[in-house]
């Protein structure tokens, strides 16, 4: 399963790389994370990692995530175990546009939660998709109207 969401924010690139790769930010846009522990004060560098505690289609659970790529400040992958055995890849993809930034979230899911029936799976597909749709309006709204 594959969820891609987009926005352009209105601030440099390399301001908008660095705060969305601090995982104590994310909390502050991600509607789904709760809770973030380990290295959460600065921008990870490959190999890196964080503990988050998240509701995601209001599954609650836990996952560690570990940066596995760094192209500062265009591209950020992540690779995120949960507890439950559900895995996931999260791409970052950023570039300069009309004096900010474009930025593409892409997370695929590359195993679901354990004992989610496959009948639903599409209502877990909207669920995901409409909570990474609110990820990016908050963080357009929080670093098109803050000083971050």
Known sequence: MRIV????????????????????????WHPSSQQVTGAVDHSLLPGEQATEDFVVAGQA????????????????????VAESGARATITYTLRPSNGGTAFE??????????????????????QVDAESTEALRRLKEILDDSNH
């Open 5 to 28: 969401t987009t926005t352009v924010i209105r601030r440099p690139i390399e301001q908008v790389f660095d705060f969305l790769t601090t995982p104590g930010n994310w909390p502050l």
């Open 61 to 80: 659970g836990r996952a560690l995530w570990t940066v596995r790529e760094r192209r500062a400040p265009q591209h950020w992958i992540i690779d995120g």
């Open 105 to 126: 979230r892409v997370l695929d899911f590359t195993s679901l939660p354990p004992g989610l029936p496959a009948e639903a799976h599409d209502a877990f597909h909207r």
